[in-house]
């Protein structure tokens, strides 16, 4: 919104006084987005030992710090995990041997010998910049704005409002080096406004047809503005991201292991939208 429309809608807050003013209240998180496909493993299958190893072709000096967290967590799990060095070895080696095999065959090759029971190949790790995850409407006559999921805002022909924010995305294989059988395809993802600080409540205003929440902290993507100093746009962050980029990085790395370490999967908990729905993204 402009900075004159930004005007004349406090100008009309001011009018309207002690007038009802509907509100939404955003709950603090929301189930992670898991579309990760698992296959049950008998009591023979269970991973004890992995190598955690890079995408294909990749320069794997990209991903030590995300490889290294990982690793970590692991072995806090009582995974043993092969060591960095000899992950290196087994996507650099150029031996005459494996000249020609693959970087994941030959990640198999040294996994086999050094006795892991898998390789946790990433795919993809990174931040996607902006998606719509979060669904406000006020339908028309209602007291109060509600979250609804994506289907029912589409739906809806009350005043909407779609709000954004960054998101973190892994992409990954869980392989068994026995055989090469694929363990489980994962494809988790956290945008960070499913995973707040706390409740957030807000105002929800109408405005030409839109709907616009009023809470010190939106926008949620931050706020533009022009840096004189850096003689560039820069953004303003709100306050509660660095949070929820950790608790989005530590849900992501808690339901990875479980899956590394074929650990029951708990159903994901339905959220508290309209009717259970959970939100869905467009990655």
Same mark, same amino acid.
């Given at each position: 919104?402009? %900075? ?5 809608l406090?100008a ?12 939404? %209240?955003?709950? #603090? ?14 009591? %023979? ?26 690793? @970590? ?9 092969i ?11 150029r031996s005459v ?11 198999l ?7 892991a029971?898998?390789i946790?190949?990433i ?6 910049? #902006?998606?719509?995850?979060r669904?406000?409407v006020l ?8 979250e ?5 805002? @589409?739906?809806?022909t009350?005043a #909407?409002? @779609? ?33 707040l ?5 807000a105002?929800a ?13 939106l926008?949620?993507e ?6 004189s100093?850096?003689? @560039? ?9 660095p ?6 990085? #530590? ?8 899956? %590394?370490?074929?650990?029951p ?9 309209r009717g ?8």
């Amino acid at each position: 919104m402009t %900075t004159r429309g930004l005007a004349l809608l406090a100008a009309f807050v001011a009018t309207v006084g002690c007038a009802h003013v509907p509100s939404v %209240t955003l709950t #603090k998180e929301l189930p992670l987005y898991d579309r990760s496909a698992v296959k049950p493993l008998a009591s %023979t299958q269970r991973v004890s030992s992995v190598m955690v190893v890079p995408p294909s072709g990749s320069d794997s000096s990209r991903y030590e710090s995300q490889i290294a967290s990982l690793e @970590a967590e692991l072995m806090r799990n009582g995974v043993r995990v092969i060591s960095g060095a000899v992950t290196g070895r087994a996507i650099e080696c150029r031996s005459v041997a494996t000249a020609r095999l693959t970087d994941l065959e030959r990640a198999l090759v040294m996994a086999r010998d050094a006795g892991a029971d898998a390789i946790l190949q990433i795919e993809s790790l990174g931040v996607i910049e #902006k998606v719509a995850s979060r669904y406000i409407v006020l339908e028309r006559g209602a007291d109060e704005a509600q979250e609804v999921g994506r289907d029912d805002f @589409a739906a809806s022909t009350g005043a #909407k409002a @779609a709000l954004s924010s960054g998101a973190l995305h892994l992409v990954g294989r869980l392989i068994d080096v026995a055989d090469g059988e694929l363990l489980a395809a994962i494809d988790l993802a956290c945008p960070f406004l499913w995973s707040l600080p706390y409740d957030l409540k807000a105002e929800a205003w109408t405005y030409a047809e839109r709907l616009v929440l009023q809470h010190p902290n939106l926008p949620m993507e931050g706020t533009r503005r022009w840096d004189s100093a850096q003689n @560039a746009h820069v953004t303003d962050l709100p306050e509660w991201e660095p949070y929820a980029r950790n608790r989005c990085g #530590k849900r992501i790395i808690d339901r990875l292991i479980a899956i %590394t370490l074929g650990l029951p999967l708990a159903p994901l908990p339905r959220s508290a939208l309209r009717g259970g729905a959970v939100p869905v993204l467009e990655l």
